[in-house]
């Protein structure tokens, strides 16, 4: 069988991203200066003639070898770019955010009067299992207060949730918290593991935490404010609770608690579709090609809802709605059983049965959409 070294991989890599990377300051237009590299593999293998596919029917490595394959790769890349962690993102939010608001808006017409209905959108959205909407233990903590927006949690040590929930390979915890007063600084721990000190709230203010947990692997990966602060060692015992805890000497607030497992569909976990390979063969496998599948466990943003009942109506409340930006976005697998509905700028085909409130028309009993023209009655949208 055709062995692939790590070596071999390295020196093929090397000798096609020769080139210098580019480093601070230098221009892109520069001579001689590369961005980008290519990574090939050599084989010796009679079937590598030419270009060969990674895994598919003119693949020559086995598991083994596509797994140095992409260690080899990553190694490099890590160097090459400059970032050993290979966490830096190539655009931050900002510089897209300011490329976005370099771009000219539509011009208007100049005979006709145009009214833009880009602004003044709200959205809300309602669960439709109100079983699943009560159950949140961690808004009965013993002390705990629920505000809108935070739960408030008291001095002591606060058991969120049990991370045992999860099936057992991967998973990630996010949560907001900020101190309501000065004090040590929050801890957390994750059953008998207390979290690295780099990763504990001493600031003040409201800050980001995510934990990325790989039991497969028993490593755990915490990121504060987007940026990775700690590795550190986590494993469950199994059969046995793994509770999220939060310690604090001092009332601490929580805001947007969020629970995803990933389901190892290598392991039959999800369901399996039947589907008709090349040359007729029938297998069965998952349409969207993805290795897991992730599941919603936990999702609170300590928000009370207001009800939309008679939210089409000009005596409607909607000051606690959220305020949204076209094109408004509501589905994928965390929103699943859940409705969102649209108070906003509509358009109407008879304006005369329309009135305008808070910088928006208002269209008793419907609603129409500005996805397409001509527009079409709605209830609502996913």
Not at 27 to 38: D, K, L, T
Not at 106 to 133: C, F, H, Y
Not at 148 to 156: A, H, K, Y
Not at 235 to 241: L, T
Request: one cysteine or more.
């Amino acid at each position: 069988m055709n062995t692939i070294l790590p070596a071999l991989i390295i020196a093929a890599f090397s000798l096609i991203s020769s080139g210098a990377p580019a480093r601070a300051g230098e221009s892109a237009a520069q001579p001689g200066v590369w961005r980008s590299f290519a990574f090939r593999a050599v084989s010796t293998d009679a079937k590598a003639d030419g270009e060969t596919d990674f895994k598919g029917s003119t693949a020559v490595m086995s598991t083994e070898q596509r797994v140095a394959f992409l260690n080899a790769y990553t190694d490099y890349a890590a160097a090459w770019f400059g970032d050993p962690k290979l966490d830096q993102l190539a655009v931050t939010p900002g510089e897209a955010e300011q490329r976005v608001g370099q771009i000219k808006p539509q011009p208007l017409t100049v005979v006709r009067q145009t009214i833009r209905l880009n602004d003044g959108w709200k959205q809300m959205s309602t669960s439709t299992d109100a079983e699943k909407q009560r159950d949140r233990p961690w808004r009965k903590l013993q002390g705990a207060e629920l505000k809108d927006c935070e739960l408030v949690l008291p001095p002591g040590t606060n058991e969120v949730l049990d991370l045992a929930q999860s099936s057992g390979w991967r998973y990630e915890l996010r949560w907001d918290a900020r101190r309501e007063q000065q004090g040590q600084p929050v801890r957390w721990a994750f059953g008998s593991v207390i979290a690295p000190q780099s990763s504990w709230l001493a600031g003040e203010g409201w800050h980001s935490f995510r934990l990325q947990a790989d039991l497969a692997g028993k490593r755990g990966y915490l990121s504060v404010d987007g940026n990775r602060v700690a590795d550190f060692a986590l494993e469950h015992a199994p059969g046995k609770p793994v509770p999220f805890s939060i310690l604090c000497d001092a009332p601490t607030g929580l805001r947007n608690l969020v629970f995803i497992d990933y389901h190892d569909r290598q392991h039959g976990r999800a369901t399996q579709e039947e589907s008709e390979q090349p040359g007729g063969v029938g297998q069965k496998a998952y349409n969207d090609r993805q290795p897991y599948e992730p599941v919603v466990l936990a999702d609170d943003d300590f928000r009370t809802k207001p009800s939309v009942e008679g939210w089409n109506t000009p005596s409607y409340d909607d000051s606690r709605w959220l305020p949204a930006s076209l094109p408004c976005v509501h589905g994928a697998f965390a929103k699943q059983g859940k409705t969102c509905t649209c108070a906003a700028p509509l358009i109407c085909r008879r304006p005369e049965k329309c009135f305008w409130k808070s910088k928006r028309w208002i269209l008793p009993a419907r609603f129409m959409s500005m996805e397409s023209w001509p527009p079409r009655a709605r209830t609502g949208c996913r």
